[in-house]
Structure formats: structure tokens, C-alpha cells
């Protein structure tokens, strides 16, 4: 059994993709980008990707990057962790967040950042609560952070081409 003890301001979720020929080819860097902007501004947060069947700890906010052919699997993981931490905050981001921000209200997510999250995270992390959430647009680039690849382990991920 895995205990985690760490304090966690905020758990950002990986989902798995069972689409893919190969589920840990790659991480997700879009998460990684906003736990590396959260942990720029001294939030504590972890990056947890369950095509790795990593635990997810407790925490008071967790956010789901969601694709269209995750919505399912993610709905299934919502429901748990709901069961779970039904005093916990539930946002949704990512691509099928910015294309259909009501449906993933409908499932049940508490909040949906319909946008780039860099910006709207922060407002997220500072009390905002509005249902759909806009952030701004980055004008520089270089004024956010590197992907946190703290934890990323390179024998964890597997891409190769042609067989290398």
C-alpha cells in the first residue's frame, strides 16, 4: 500500500488513453505547464498521470485535462473521486474543455477553464468559482515556465518510431 503524506494545494490529472497503440508514449505537457506556473507562484501541486497507474492523493482541488476521446474514462474517474472527496473542488481543462465547456459541467465537474489555463489557474487557485472560466491569452511566451517534469522518470514513458 502507497501512503502519501505530502500536502497538496492541488492534484492535476492525467487521464489514461486507451486510444493510443501505446498509453505512456508521451507526457502531457499542457498539465505540466500549469503545475510549473502554480508551483512559480508557491502553490503546492502534483501532476498525476494514470496511464501510469499512479495514486492520486488527497487534495482540496483537482484538475482533469480532457481530450474528446477521454471525456468517458474521465466522467468514470470524476465519479470516484467525487465518492471519495465530496468537499473537494473539480475543475476541467484542456481541448474538450475549450469545445464544449457545458458538457463537461453536465458531468459534473464544479468548474471548466475554457481557455489556455496558465492565467486562469492562478485565478482558480485564488478563490474565483465562475462555472466557465476564460483566462488570458499569454503574449510572451518566455514568460511562463518550463514544463514541471519533476517527477517525470524517463523509463516511465516509451516513444519510438519505426521500431527505435
Known amino acids: 500500500m502507497h501512503i502519501d503524506i505530502m500536502y497538496y494545494d492541488i492534484v492535476l490529472i492525467s487521464p489514461p488513453s486507451p486510444y493510443l497503440i501505446t498509453q505512456n508514449s508521451f507526457p502531457r ?3 505540466r505547464y500549469l503545475s510549473a506556473v502554480l508551483k512559480q507562484h508557491s502553490y503546492k501541486s502534483l501532476v498525476v498521470d494514470l496511464a501510469l497507474d499512479e ?6 482541488i483537482y484538475g482533469f485535462t480532457v481530450s474528446s476521446p477521454d471525456v468517458l474514462i ?13 468537499d473537494a473542488h473539480f475543475v476541467a481543462g484542456g481541448p474538450h474543455a475549450i469545445v464544449q465547456p457545458e458538457d463537461l459541467l453536465q458531468k459534473g465537474f464544479d468548474q471548466v477553464c475554457a481557455s ?14 465562475e462555472k466557465i ?3 488570458k491569452p499569454i503574449k510572451k511566451l518566455d514568460s511562463i ?3 514541471d517534469r519533476e517527477k517525470d522518470i524517463a523509463q516511465k514513458y516509451r516513444w519510438t518510431m519505426n521500431g527505435l
Open 29 to 31: 505537457l499542457g498539465i
Open 55 to 60: 495514486t492520486i492523493p488527497v487534495a482540496p
Open 74 to 86: 474521465v466522467e468514470e474517474a470524476l465519479v470516484q473521486l467525487k465518492a471519495l472527496h465530496p
Open 116 to 129: 489556455g489555463g496558465e492565467d486562469a489557474i492562478l485565478e482558480i487557485m485564488e478563490g474565483n468559482r
Open 133 to 135: 472560466i476564460i483566462g
Open 145 to 147: 515556465p518550463f514544463p
